[in-house]
């Protein structure tokens, strides 16, 4: 088809708000935004997920990457230097209330996503125009070809909101990579389409979203509709995401995956953050901040209806922990310490999203898996979380799974009568003013709210306490001074550095007062 130019399309824009101010009916979508598109073509979600299947049994064929050495030249710097014309966003000018904009390829993010608007069971493809986009002159970026395309997409703020252009709060970019802010208005920690054999003795694969399809929104009531289609080496996936902006961000994910070969582990709704180190676990000086983290735990809502808080690890070596179950009625990364004196930078870890999995199905038997890998940085996600399904995962086998994304402040569904975990401490054991015995540790761990919420500071609850090896002592609770919190404090006494599995929990006579404190100790190497 004939390329338009920028100006011609600005042109043409301008034309249709006329035709409209005069009662002329402005026509299609399409034709109401200074984009250039393709052809239409039908489209429906049955017909991609048909798609979806087919590719399974054909040869995989990776994404185009358009001149490689020019895209490697476009680094964090650069590519953070190229926006794109919010003037010629989708949905600018309407009707979608949520205007669109595209992110270009770089060195993080070489291959071609191909994008499309879909209106009335029609899909057109957006055509790559480097005019679409603000760059300096000297930017790399001006010696791709033509066919380059996008890297990704992002949703703003309505485009009611004066300051729509410059805030944002979805965005797709990277693999199957995304994310949202939550309800303090802070991008963090990511989710994925799939997870393929993370941690395992062979190579971790990436399947690509190649092609996304956007529908709009007509009003802030109503969801963003964005289907994708998934392809990597080893699965082929069809999703469709309805997406709601409310006091955070809701996605309804409904995917159907087809393997291509045997997959070991076959990561579902997984979550991806950075934890380097808490209030338990700062190395001495290595960083002047008290605490460095997009998430501080894992909670899980079991299928048996347990609460359960397991606070992360950087650990030295990776670290992958299974809770088995079966059904489960959710299981999130969240951030809960939301002190702003606990970061003390610019960078609003206090604020960052919770994100919380509520699967819409039966799961049936299977496990929570937690991944824990090293880092020395800030830089580096280096923690996942995902359910794995039980049964093995071989070639030409075809899955559904339906489940709700929630990037809130914290998980909902919370079980009120429950305390919660609010912070975790370790140190020496032992007692104050005697001399501390080698291999022994203090665990102090804090409960707030529920159940404990004005309880007597007289009548201290009692406490559930278990330990994969090792001895246990000087076991007690109190309340914390100056605060509505109570602390469950025990000495473990070790030898050797394996890890130590943990499990607490408080209660009384009337039953169970909190959610089950677990905890992976990882021993230090002595002083």
Do not use: C
């Amino acid at each position: 088809m004939a390329h338009l130019s920028r100006r011609h399309l600005l042109q043409s824009a301008t034309a249709t708000a006329v035709l409209a101010s005069l009662g002329v009916p402005s026509g299609p979508l399409w034709a109401d935004t200074a984009l250039s598109f393709a052809s239409a073509q039908d489209f429906s979600f049955e017909a991609l997920i048909a798609r979806a299947r087919q590719l399974a049994q054909e040869d995989y064929q990776a994404p185009y990457e358009p001149a490689p050495e020019v895209v490697q030249e476009i680094d964090y710097d650069a590519h953070g230097a190229i926006q794109f014309d919010r003037d010629v966003a989708l949905f600018a000018d309407g009707p979608g209330v949520y205007p669109v904009t595209f992110f270009h390829l770089g060195r993080f993010f070489p291959k071609r996503v191909r994008m499309h608007m879909v209106e009335d069971g029609k899909a057109r493809e957006i055509l790559y125009d480097p005019d679409y986009f603000e760059m300096p002159d000297d930017s790399p970026a001006k010696e791709l070809p033509e066919d380059s395309g996008f890297a990704g997409f992002r949703l703003h703020e309505a485009r009611q909101r004066d300051d729509w252009k410059t805030q944002d709060w979805a965005a797709f970019l990277g693999a199957s990579y995304f994310r949202a802010i939550g309800a303090l208005g802070q991008y963090g920690l990511s989710a994925r389409g799939i997870a393929v054999d993370t941690a395992t003795a062979g190579p971790e694969e990436f399947p690509d979203f190649t092609e996304f399809y956007i529908a709009s929104a007509p009003n802030q009531q109503e969801a963003v509709q964005v289907h994708a289609l998934l392809e990597g080496p080893s699965v082929t996936g069809a999703f469709r995401f309805e997406i709601r902006r409310n006091d955070g961000v809701v996605m309804e994910v409904d995917s159907h995956l087809f393997t291509r070969q045997p997959i070991e582990r076959f990561g579902i709704a997984p979550l991806t953050s950075m934890f380097w180190y808490g209030e338990y676990n700062r190395p001495k000086m290595v960083d002047w901040r008290p605490e460095v983290h997009d998430s501080d735990g894992l909670a899980l809502w079991t299928g048996a209806n347990e609460r359960i808080w397991r606070p992360l690890n950087n650990p030295s070596e990776p670290v992958v922990s299974s809770f088995v179950d079966r059904d489960p009625r959710g299981f999130g990364l969240l951030q809960r310490d939301r002190n702003p004196e606990n970061y003390l930078d610019g960078v609003n870890y206090h604020r960052r999203p919770s994100l919380w999995v509520e699967p819409l199905d039966d799961w049936g038997a299977g496990n929570v898996q937690l991944v824990e890998l090293s880092t020395d940085d800030e830089i580096h996600d280096n923690i996942a979380a995902f359910w794995v399904p039980d049964e093995p995962v071989e070639a030409g086998q075809a899955y559904r799974f339906r489940y709700r994304l929630h990037w809130m402040e914290d998980e909902p569904y919370a079980n009120e009568e429950l305390a919660h975990v609010s912070a975790t401490r370790i140190g020496r054991g032992g007692n104050a003013g005697t001399e501390r015995p080698e291999g022994v540790w203090k665990f102090v761990v804090e409960f707030e709210g529920g159940a404990l919420q004005g309880r007597d500071p007289d009548s201290p609850p009692d406490m559930e306490l278990s330990a994969g090896r090792g001895g246990l002592s000087n076991q007690s609770t109190e309340p914390v001074p100056d605060s509505k919190r109570w602390r469950a404090l025990f000495d473990l006494e070790i030898e050797g550095d394996e890890p130590v599995e943990l499990r607490l929990h408080l209660k009384d006579d009337n039953g169970v007062l909190s959610e089950t404190w677990l905890y992976q100790f990882h021993p230090p190497e002595p002083a």
